[in-house]
């Protein structure tokens, strides 16, 4: 498509900010006003729109395709929405360690445990962490609560929690992105480790560094976007 405007600025409006073309407020693909919660979640949306050139390329827009998930697909049934994310706490990554290299399984627990340790003491839950990759239950209280806590989550915090939980196959993980507990760059190695292993054991091509770059794009921008929708 292309660009159809001049400027692009957020303003405040009913319920937050509005992104505005020359004006004209901007709706998401389900014609719902884009309003964002935070003027500096507005201003980063905006300038996304202000940075694209003569063609609007929506895949450089990540702010604003997280901010139309978040009112188009969670705000009609966030617990509906939720769900699917929660459901990563019955088989966390993190829980599941390797049998060998030993190498590898010192790497896993070195990075690992720390998020498992932070999560059982800010939820008050046990994680079952095992050998190998069948399958351990973890107890129906922990479920429930990692559940709970997921639907707790405002709109705009679970929409970017669903891409950093699917990317790093953690809902450890990702909460401790959305909650900004860990450095980011720690995280991404957290989620990363099994990937930056085998490369460091049998050599990158272009296209798995290409696959890693994108991937590690999108985590931070996912992150980000959390962290300006939670900002006062």
Same mark, same amino acid.
Request: glycine share 6%; charged share 20%; net charge negative.
């Given at each position: ?7 692009? +600025? ?5 319920? *937050?900010?509005?992104? $505005? ?6 709706? +998401?693909? !389900? ?5 964002l919660p ?5 201003n980063?949306? !905006?300038?996304? =729109?202000?940075?694209? *050139?003569d063609?609007?390329?929506? /895949?450089?827009?990540?702010? +604003? ?19 699917? #994310? !929660? ?12 049998d *060998?290299?030993?190498p590898?399984?010192?790497?896993? &627990?070195?990075? =690992?445990?720390?998020?498992i340790?932070?999560?059982? &003491? ?6 079952r962490?095992?050998? *190998? ?7 129906p209280? +922990? ?13 705009? $915090?679970?929409?970017?929690l ?7 196959g953690? $809902? #450890? #993980? ?5 909650e900004? /507990? ?8 957290? !989620?990363?480790?099994d990937?930056? =292993?085998? /490369? @460091?054991? =049998? ?6 560094? $290409?696959?890693? /770059?994108?991937?590690?794009e ?8 959390? @962290? ?5």
């Open positions: 498509m292309k660009r159809f405007y001049k400027e692009a +600025t957020a303003v405040a409006a009913d319920g *937050g900010w509005s992104i $505005l073309l020359d004006g004209r407020p901007v709706r +998401t693909p !389900a014609r719902a006003l884009l309003v935070t003027a500096a979640l507005g980063a949306v !905006a300038q996304e =729109w202000a940075n694209q *050139g063609e609007i390329d929506p /895949a450089a827009m990540t702010m +604003t395709g997280i901010a139309n998930a978040a009112i188009d697909h969670v705000m009609p049934d966030p617990a509906a929405f939720a769900a699917p #994310i !929660a459901a990563y706490g019955e088989s966390d990554l993190t829980c599941y360690r390797a *060998g290299p030993e590898l399984a010192a790497r896993q &627990a070195d990075q =690992w445990q720390p998020l340790d932070w999560a059982q &003491a800010r939820y008050d839950v046990i994680f962490v095992t050998s *190998g990759i069948v399958h351990v239950p973890q107890p209280e +922990t479920v429930a609560r990692l559940g709970e806590a997921v639907r707790a989550l405002d709109p705009f $915090l679970l929409a970017p669903s891409p950093l939980v699917s990317m790093s953690s $809902l #450890i #993980i990702g909460l401790a992105a959305v900004r /507990a860990f450095p980011l760059a720690q995280l991404w190695q957290a !989620a990363e480790l990937e930056l =292993w085998q /490369a @460091e054991q =049998w050599g990158d091509d272009d296209q798995a560094l $290409l696959r890693r /770059a994108q991937r590690h999108a985590f931070m921008a996912a992150a980000g976007f959390a @962290e300006l929708a939670a900002r006062k």
